[in-house]
């Protein structure tokens, strides 16, 4: 049977109510809108990563391209390579007698629309010749 101090505690318990209900569903969706927020910007920053990792590697290819040729042949060029739905423009320019002598600067610039905009990446090396041809 129950007590007096029962039957208050099971009055004051009837359950959820309208508004609490409410308030319950706008937290979770709030929660839901900003984890979702947060997961877009994680695809599209891997997505730039992943990009920038090929443009480095082509980039990588090309001074290696540009290294396997003799030292009097060595000379930048154009060109565009694609990856998917990416096109990387590569360009790439040797300058003779910098920074000395018998030396080349060699410079490989690597573009591409990004979904964020036009990126670009740079990479740079120097050549010297040890031994003439």
């Known amino acids: 049977m129950p007590t007096p101090t029962n ?10 109510t309208l508004v609490e209900s409410l308030i319950a569903l706008a937290l979770l969706a709030l929660g839901a809108a900003a ?22 590697s ?8 540009i290294r396997s040729l003799p030292f009097s042949e060595m000379s930048g060029e154009s060109r565009t390579k694609t990856d998917g739905e990416i096109n ?20 490989v610039d690597v573009s591409w629309n990004a979904p964020g ?10 050549y010297a010749q040890v031994a003439p041809e």
Not at 7 to 16: E, F, K, P, V, Y
Not at 58 to 65: G, N, S, T
């Open 7 to 16: 039957t208050a505690r099971l009055r004051d318990q009837r359950g959820i």
């Open 35 to 56: 984890v979702g927020n947060f997961m877009t910007g994680q695809i599209r920053h891997a997505s730039i990563s992943h990009l920038s990792g090929q443009a480095y």
């Open 58 to 65: 082509l980039a990588a290819d090309e001074i290696e391209r």
């Open 88 to 107: 990387f423009e590569i360009d790439s320019t040797v300058v003779a007698g910098v920074p000395a002598p018998n030396m080349k600067s060699v410079k």
């Open 117 to 126: 905009g036009r990126q670009t990446i740079e990479l740079r090396t120097i």
